[in-house]
């Protein structure tokens, strides 16, 4: 069975521009999960997707992210524009039910550098 | 708002040595708490979790004892192997809610 696969695994883009990570859940997964880590930093929650519905988008900085999960499968995060204080490491993670009750299975993660 | 803290790293040790990483959490209720560890390369793993007051959870030789007066929820091994070196994250997660709160990361590595 495929893992949580996360795209690219690395990324160097200039402060303003664009950048999209994204995340592959484990097939039939429902739930699905951001979270980042910036400059070695706890790991913090930035959104929670069940199907393509947003739980809880509370962790989101601020409107600079944008987060989609097209038809309840794969999703995106889109940095637009990319400042300095982005940079970080940021994990995907889905599970069947509650991660309370099975095990929530993170990706690798997405290094983002914006220099 | 919640919160959780960790013993701050990295700690090295030699292989065989007794391993204990503090961890210890602040929630308005009662919360599960989670040890994941990240090895090289590779995403967190959930290591092991305990759903509530005096839950031991245990896992690969790896246990935390759940302890709602000290607030704690510390890992420990008897004996630590080269295999071990990883990041281990001590996590909270609120009754109710669907998200964890982590610690910082402690990094471990065991020298043979």
């Known amino acids: 069975e495929a893992g949580v696969t996360q795209f690219p695994s690395h990324s160097v883009i200039e402060k303003g521009q664009t950048v999209t990570l994204r995340c592959d859940p484990i097939s039939g997964h429902d739930n699905l999960y951001w979270y980042r880590r910036v400059m070695g930093k706890e790991i913090k929650f930035l959104l929670h997707?069940?199907?393509?519905?947003?739980?809880?988008e509370s962790g989101m900085p601020n409107n600079r992210f944008l987060a989609e999960r097209t038809g309840g499968t794969y999703s995106t995060l889109k940095v637009q524009p990319a400042e300095l204080e982005d940079s970080g490491v940021y994990f995907c993670a889905s599970s069947h039910y509650s991660f309370l009750y099975t095990e929530a299975f993170f990706g690798q993660g997405t290094r983002l550098t914006v220099v | 708002g919640d919160s959780v803290t960790q013993m701050e790293g990295p700690v090295t040790l030699s292989e065989e040595a007794f391993l204990t990483i503090n961890c210890t959490y602040t929630a308005t209720g009662y919360p599960s708490l989670f040890w994941y560890v990240q090895y090289p390369g590779e995403g967190l793993q959930l290591l092991l979790k305990?759903?509530?007051?005096?839950d031991k959870g245990s896992n690969k030789g790896f246990e935390a004892t759940y302890r709602k007066e000290t607030t704690s929820f510390h890992l420990e091994k008897g004996s630590v192997q080269v295999s071990d070196s990883a990041v281990y994250f001590c996590?909270?997660?609120?009754?109710?809610?669907?998200?964890?709160?982590f610690g910082q990361g402690t990094r471990l590595t065991i020298n043979p």
């Open positions: 997707f069940v199907k393509e519905s947003k739980q809880d």
């Open positions: 996590a909270l997660s609120d009754q109710g809610a669907q998200k964890l709160v």
């Open positions: 305990a759903t509530k007051a005096d």
